[in-house]
């Protein structure tokens, strides 16, 4: 089924009429995440933000499936959602399992019911925070009009965790953001020294931070750390 | 409200050849009323900054929110899209004002149904 700006419109007015202002962050993600799964006709919408360890976690879901999609991100350290959030753009897999781009994740998810997702970029900061995610378990070509729904539900969900950060109310999601948002600074700087010293590309740098984290089974914000340190001793 | 314009993406960072203080977002709160000056561009680069600057909004709940875009020289449509969804979160009676649009950017607002939601004042 096609998403329609009809519907959208619909769809934001009555999210307007819901006193945001005086909910609990959570329950706004929340109401984001079931219009969004109800709009787009889809078996599954969530809201992942960036943990310390800059693992995507659910924020808010509607079905179980994106639970899986969570688990399945972190333990393969890929997917849609995770290159969403690392190139800061909307992707979008129409059927993974023909999609090659995610071989050990594609084959997870479809044994799990995941076959097509859709995700986009949270941006807070300069960078992105999270995404906001839908899937399908058949094969779901995302259309124009698609991409664009997701991103009026991403608009809102941008706001809220604007709002929450610059609260001063201590909830439990904004202390997570801000280690994510702590830990991603060092390991830009960690990626920055890479790039000077051995002339990788940004990806490829993350990806050597990333396997040398797995190997030593320390914490990729650590490892970054050392690197930085190191670059700075030896000047 | 009408979502016609598509930003393809956000970048991440100001690119480094793009004059940086470019913008300016000064945004006033006060018991019942907000306001918020946008001297500059908004376009796919500020989006992390107009975000952050709109936030407010959320927790004050104002019943006159103005948009003062005398010195706002271009808007994108996402960053439109923006400004339609912060207004989402004021309260349903509220009302809504931008100021002095040029025309280019009461162009952007039509486009995007933005402006059906405000009252335009001193416009061109």
Not at chain 1, 11 to 36: K, S
Not at chain 1, 122 to 141: C, F, K, M, T, W
Not at chain 1, 144 to 170: K, R, V
Not at chain 2, 67 to 75: K, N, P, Q
Request: with cysteine.
């Amino acid at each position: 089924m096609t998403v329609t700006t009809e519907d959208v419109r619909q769809a934001l007015n009555e999210l307007g009429r819901l006193r945001f202002g005086e909910m609990r962050i959570d329950e706004a993600m929340h109401q984001i995440v079931e219009t969004t799964h109800a709009i787009f006709s889809v078996d599954g919408a969530g809201l992942m933000l960036a943990d310390g360890e800059h693992h995507l976690r659910n924020a808010a879901v509607s079905d179980e499936r994106v639970r899986h999609l969570e688990d399945l991100q972190i333990r393969h350290q890929e997917g849609p959602c995770v290159t969403a959030f690392d190139d800061k753009v909307m992707v979008g897999a129409e059927d993974l399992t023909s999609d090659r781009r995610w071989p050990a994740f594609g084959r997870a998810a479809v044994d799990r019911d995941v076959r097509a997702v859709l995700a986009s970029p949270i941006p807070y900061n300069q960078d992105a925070v999270g995404v906001v995610a839908v899937l399908s378990r058949e094969r779901h070509p995302w259309s124009g009009e698609a991409e664009l729904a997701l991103l009026a539900f991403t608009d809102l969900a941008a706001l809220l965790i604007a709002s929450m950060m610059m609260g001063e109310q201590q909830t439990v999601l904004a202390t997570q953001l801000q280690n994510a948002l702590n830990s991603r600074a060092i390991i830009e700087q960690a990626k920055g020294v890479l790039i000077g010293q051995q002339g990788l590309s940004a990806h490829a740098a993350y990806e050597q931070i990333r396997a040398q984290a797995r190997a030593e089974r320390r914490k990729i914000a650590v490892v970054s750390a050392d690197l930085v340190a190191r670059a700075v001793r030896e000047g | 409200m009408t979502l016609l314009c598509f930003p393809s993406d956000f970048p991440a960072r100001r690119s480094a050849d793009s004059a940086p203080g470019l913008l300016v977002i000064k945004v006033e709160v006060s018991q019942d009323s907000a306001r918020v000056v946008i001297n500059g561009e908004l376009d796919l680069t500020t989006r992390s900054l107009l975000i952050e600057r709109l936030s407010p909004i959320l927790r004050a709940r104002p019943r006159r929110l103005v948009l003062d875009m005398a010195g706002t020289s271009f808007i994108d449509c996402g960053s439109a899209r923006l400004i339609a969804s912060a207004i989402r979160f004021v309260p349903e009676d509220s009302r809504v004002i931008i100021r002095h649009p040029s025309r280019v950017v009461r162009r952007v607002l039509e486009l995007t149904g933005l402006d059906l939601h405000c009252e335009i004042e001193g416009a061109p």
